[in-house]
T-cell receptor, first 112, second 115 residues
Framework: DARVTQTPRHKVTEMGQEVTMRCQPI?????VFWYRQTMMQGLELLAY????????DSGMPKDRFSAEMPDATLATLKIQPSEPRDSAVYFC??????????FGEGSRLTVL | AQTVTQSQPEMSVQEAETVTLSCTYD???????LFWYKQPPSRQMILVIR??????QNATENRFSVNFQKAAKSFSLKISDSQLGDAAMYFC????????????FGTGTRLQVFP
């Protein structure tokens, strides 16, 4: 069964530490998305890639967040330095240029 | 910019009954996709149903069906014969078929199912 794989599933860290979340999209998918989910803001789009090229990262705080796709099998989302307000569930999703997205199980981040 | 609105923060239904979740959207595009995703307490986002805007026929997946009204920009989800396992957050989502193909979500509707 093809699926989007995210690591870590849970992460607890202290304020100021670097956090890296990883995503393995479904083989053959050419779009990859990062979303953040909080109770207050709902699902926010942080960044997305098509054919590994970043298309839109306007939803991402540029000073501390960065997203990359070093190759077709790996997408990363990095926060440096992390802050308590970054606590959320981060989802990666992949799909083709048209159609539905398939989501990973999410990474729950807690910044103390 | 496209927007998706779910005006029902919470809904409830009795087991075996039917419930309809509302969704409206705003777009100037003519070609797009609409989706309903389910998020149970496990937090996994699960695709329930999809609708292509160019198709007039309403999509159906087992107990789940949609009422797609393109002119009214309405896309409601009907769940028939509700089951306890249907309890979850339901998100309506829009995706352009053109170059800016971001998936845009509504704020969600929490569905409770009572035995």
């Amino acid at each position: 069964d093809a699926r989007v794989t995210q690591t870590p599933r849970h992460k607890v860290t202290e304020m100021g530490q670097e956090v890296t979340m990883r995503c393995q999209p479904i083989l053959g998918h050419n779009t990859v998305f990062w979303y953040r989910q909080t109770m207050m803001q709902g699902l926010e789009l942080l960044a997305y890639f098509r054919n590994r090229a970043p298309l839109d990262d306007s939803g991402m705080p540029k000073d501390r967040f960065s997203a990359e796709m070093p190759d077709a099998t790996l997408a990363t989302l990095k926060i440096q330095p992390s802050e308590p307000r970054d606590s959320a569930v981060y989802f990666c999703a992949s799909g083709l240029h048209t159609g539905e997205l398939f989501f990973g199980e999410g990474s729950r981040l807690t910044v103390l | 910019a496209q927007t998706v609105t779910q005006s029902q923060p919470e809904m409830s239904v009795q087991e075996a009954e039917t419930v309809t979740l509302s969704c409206t959207y705003d777009t100037s595009e003519s070609d797009y996709y609409l989706f309903w995703y389910k998020q149970p307490p496990s937090r996994q986002m699960i695709l329930v149903i999809r609708q292509e805007a160019y198709k007039q026929q309403n999509a159906t997946e087992n107990r789940f069906s949609v009422n797609f009204q393109k002119a009214a920009k309405s896309f409601s989800l009907k769940i028939s014969d509700s089951q306890l396992g249907d309890a979850a957050m339901y998100f309506c989502a829009y995706r352009s078929a053109y170059n800016t193909d971001k998936l845009i979500f509504g704020t969600g509707t929490r569905l409770q199912v009572f035995p």
